[in-house]
Protein backbone atom coordinates (compact mmCIF):
# COMPACT_ATOMS: atom_id res chain seq x y z
CA UNK A 1 0.00 0.00 0.00
CA UNK A 2 1.62 3.17 -1.09
CA UNK A 3 2.22 6.34 1.75
CA UNK A 4 -0.32 8.09 0.76
CA UNK A 5 -3.26 5.22 0.76
CA UNK A 6 -3.30 5.34 4.65
CA UNK A 7 -6.57 6.02 6.12
CA UNK A 8 -6.95 8.10 8.82
CA UNK A 9 -9.67 8.83 11.56
CA UNK A 10 -10.24 11.18 14.35
CA UNK A 11 -13.06 9.96 16.83
CA UNK A 12 -14.56 11.41 20.53
CA UNK A 13 -14.86 7.82 21.81
CA UNK A 14 -17.63 8.36 24.40
CA UNK A 15 -17.06 6.90 28.22
CA UNK A 16 -18.02 3.32 29.08
CA UNK A 17 -16.51 2.65 25.34
CA UNK A 18 -13.10 0.23 25.18
CA UNK A 19 -10.37 1.50 22.72
CA UNK A 20 -10.56 -1.53 20.76
CA UNK A 21 -12.46 -2.37 17.47
CA UNK A 22 -13.89 -5.65 19.15
CA UNK A 23 -12.86 -8.35 21.60
CA UNK A 24 -12.75 -12.17 20.26
CA UNK A 25 -13.61 -12.76 24.18
CA UNK A 26 -17.52 -13.76 24.02
CA UNK A 27 -17.95 -12.52 27.29
CA UNK A 28 -16.67 -9.18 26.95
CA UNK A 29 -18.75 -9.01 23.38
CA UNK A 30 -21.90 -9.03 25.21
CA UNK A 31 -21.25 -6.57 28.24
CA UNK A 32 -18.86 -4.23 26.29
CA UNK A 33 -18.97 -1.94 24.16
CA UNK A 34 -16.69 -1.36 21.11
CA UNK A 35 -15.22 1.11 18.50
CA UNK A 36 -16.36 -0.90 15.82
CA UNK A 37 -20.06 0.12 16.81
CA UNK A 38 -19.19 3.60 15.89
CA UNK A 39 -18.55 3.60 12.13
CA UNK A 40 -17.76 0.75 9.21
CA UNK A 41 -13.68 0.83 9.94
CA UNK A 42 -11.20 -0.60 6.95
CA UNK A 43 -9.39 -3.43 7.64
CA UNK A 44 -6.14 -2.72 9.47
CA UNK A 45 -6.93 0.18 11.33
CA UNK A 46 -6.09 0.59 14.82
CA UNK A 47 -6.01 3.24 17.41
CA UNK A 48 -2.87 4.87 18.04
CA UNK A 49 -2.62 4.63 21.96
CA UNK A 50 -5.23 4.04 23.62
CA UNK A 51 -8.00 6.13 26.49
CA UNK A 52 -9.40 3.99 29.42
CA UNK A 53 -12.89 2.58 29.44
CA UNK A 54 -13.70 5.62 31.76
CA UNK A 55 -12.07 8.34 29.90
CA UNK A 56 -13.38 10.15 26.70
CA UNK A 57 -12.23 12.47 24.07
CA UNK A 58 -10.01 12.23 21.13
CA UNK A 59 -8.74 8.97 19.75
CA UNK A 60 -7.03 8.92 16.67
CA UNK A 61 -7.17 5.08 14.41
CA UNK A 62 -4.62 4.52 11.36
CA UNK A 63 -3.89 1.78 9.58
CA UNK A 64 -0.37 2.90 8.97
CA UNK A 65 0.96 1.08 12.23
CA UNK A 66 4.73 2.93 11.65
CA UNK A 67 2.68 6.51 12.33
CA UNK A 68 0.97 4.65 15.26
CA UNK A 69 4.45 3.50 17.10
CA UNK A 70 6.02 6.55 16.25
CA UNK A 71 3.52 8.48 18.10
CA UNK A 72 3.34 5.80 20.71
CA UNK A 73 7.20 6.28 21.20
CA UNK A 74 8.46 9.38 20.47
CA UNK A 75 6.59 11.89 23.39
CA UNK A 76 3.83 13.90 21.09
CA UNK A 77 2.00 15.80 23.64
CA UNK A 78 -1.15 14.77 24.80
CA UNK A 79 -3.92 17.70 26.69
CA UNK A 80 -6.33 16.65 28.91
CA UNK A 81 -8.99 18.45 30.42
CA UNK A 82 -9.72 16.77 33.80
CA UNK A 83 -12.68 17.37 36.56
CA UNK A 84 -11.47 16.88 40.26
CA UNK A 85 -12.95 16.18 43.21
CA UNK A 86 -12.25 19.19 45.55
CA UNK A 87 -11.04 22.76 44.79
CA UNK A 88 -6.83 21.82 43.53
CA UNK A 89 -4.16 23.51 45.54
CA UNK A 90 -1.50 25.49 44.20
CA UNK A 91 1.08 23.14 46.04
CA UNK A 92 -0.77 19.87 44.38
CA UNK A 93 -0.60 21.67 40.88
CA UNK A 94 3.21 22.70 41.36
CA UNK A 95 3.56 18.84 42.44
CA UNK A 96 1.76 17.74 39.68
CA UNK A 97 4.20 19.81 37.34
CA UNK A 98 7.34 19.09 38.90
CA UNK A 99 6.28 15.08 38.68
CA UNK A 100 5.03 13.15 40.89
CA UNK A 101 5.50 9.51 42.45
CA UNK A 102 2.68 6.77 40.87
CA UNK A 103 3.08 3.00 40.69
CA UNK A 104 3.58 1.35 37.19
CA UNK A 105 3.55 -2.37 36.49
CA UNK A 106 4.13 -2.71 40.36
CA UNK A 107 7.32 -0.59 40.52
CA UNK A 108 7.67 3.51 41.71
CA UNK A 109 7.67 5.80 38.65
CA UNK A 110 8.48 9.05 38.66
CA UNK A 111 6.67 11.42 35.85
CA UNK A 112 8.33 13.76 33.94
CA UNK A 113 7.75 17.07 34.48
CA UNK A 114 4.91 18.44 32.55
CA UNK A 115 2.37 21.84 32.38
CA UNK A 116 -0.65 22.11 34.44
CA UNK A 117 -3.08 24.65 34.60
CA UNK A 118 -6.09 25.77 36.89
CA UNK A 119 -9.31 26.19 34.30
CA UNK A 120 -11.24 28.91 35.49
CA UNK A 121 -14.07 28.84 33.28
CA UNK A 122 -15.52 25.83 32.32
CA UNK A 123 -14.89 24.61 29.01
CA UNK A 124 -17.96 24.06 26.36
CA UNK A 125 -18.25 20.23 26.97
CA UNK A 126 -20.87 17.59 26.44
CA UNK A 127 -22.64 16.41 29.93
CA UNK A 128 -21.01 13.95 31.63
CA UNK A 129 -22.38 10.10 31.75
CA UNK A 130 -24.56 9.88 34.25
CA UNK A 131 -22.76 6.66 35.70
CA UNK A 132 -19.93 9.26 36.53
CA UNK A 133 -20.31 10.15 40.06
CA UNK A 134 -20.14 13.59 40.54
CA UNK A 135 -21.19 14.70 43.57
CA UNK A 136 -23.66 17.98 43.69
CA UNK A 137 -22.84 19.00 46.94
CA UNK A 138 -19.00 18.89 47.07
CA UNK A 139 -16.50 21.17 44.99
CA UNK A 140 -15.26 19.86 42.17
CA UNK A 141 -12.09 21.80 39.97
CA UNK A 142 -11.31 21.64 36.47
CA UNK A 143 -7.41 21.48 35.08
CA UNK A 144 -5.59 21.49 32.09
CA UNK A 145 -2.66 18.74 32.05
CA UNK A 146 -0.47 18.23 28.82
CA UNK A 147 1.52 15.32 29.28
CA UNK A 148 4.08 13.57 26.77
CA UNK A 149 4.42 9.68 28.26
CA UNK A 150 1.38 7.92 28.39
CA UNK A 151 1.55 5.14 30.71
CA UNK A 152 -1.39 2.66 32.14
CA UNK A 153 -4.13 5.09 33.81
CA UNK A 154 -1.11 8.13 34.18
CA UNK A 155 -3.61 11.02 34.50
CA UNK A 156 -5.80 9.32 37.40
CA UNK A 157 -2.87 8.22 39.04
CA UNK A 158 -0.91 11.77 39.08
CA UNK A 159 -4.11 13.67 40.25
CA UNK A 160 -4.83 10.63 43.12
CA UNK A 161 -1.08 11.43 44.07
CA UNK A 162 -1.84 14.74 44.77
CA UNK A 163 -5.04 14.36 46.69
CA UNK A 164 -7.43 14.91 44.22
CA UNK A 165 -9.00 11.63 42.42
CA UNK A 166 -10.19 12.63 39.03
CA UNK A 167 -13.87 12.55 38.41
CA UNK A 168 -13.61 13.10 34.92
CA UNK A 169 -11.23 12.38 31.69
CA UNK A 170 -11.20 14.47 28.30
CA UNK A 171 -8.27 14.12 26.12
CA UNK A 172 -8.67 17.27 23.64
CA UNK A 173 -5.51 17.64 21.98
CA UNK A 174 -2.78 14.61 20.71
CA UNK A 175 0.21 16.91 18.92
CA UNK A 176 -1.72 19.59 16.67
CA UNK A 177 -4.83 17.51 16.35
CA UNK A 178 -7.53 18.90 18.44
CA UNK A 179 -11.18 17.42 19.78
CA UNK A 180 -12.85 20.22 18.67
CA UNK A 181 -16.24 20.57 17.83
CA UNK A 182 -16.69 16.68 18.10
CA UNK A 183 -19.15 15.34 19.84
CA UNK A 184 -18.85 11.84 21.43
CA UNK A 185 -19.07 8.99 19.07
CA UNK A 186 -18.36 10.99 16.03
CA UNK A 187 -15.96 9.59 13.66
CA UNK A 188 -14.41 11.74 11.17
CA UNK A 189 -12.34 10.70 8.15
CA UNK A 190 -9.07 12.79 8.25
CA UNK A 191 -6.44 12.89 4.96
CA UNK A 192 -3.50 13.30 6.64
CA UNK A 193 -1.52 12.52 10.51
CA UNK A 194 1.66 14.05 10.64
CA UNK A 195 3.63 14.19 14.02
Known amino acids: MPENAHLHFKIYKPFGMLSQLHSNDAKESRNK ?22 SEGLLLLTTDGKLSDLVNRSGVEKEYYVQLDGEITNEAIELLQNGVEIGFHGRKYITKSTLVQRLSTLPA ?18 ISISITEGKFRQVRKMTAAVGFPTLRLIRMRIGDVRLKELSPGKVIPIKELSF
Open 125 to 142: LPEPNNKLRIGRHRPTSW
Open 33 to 54: RFLGELYNFPDGIMPIGRLDEK
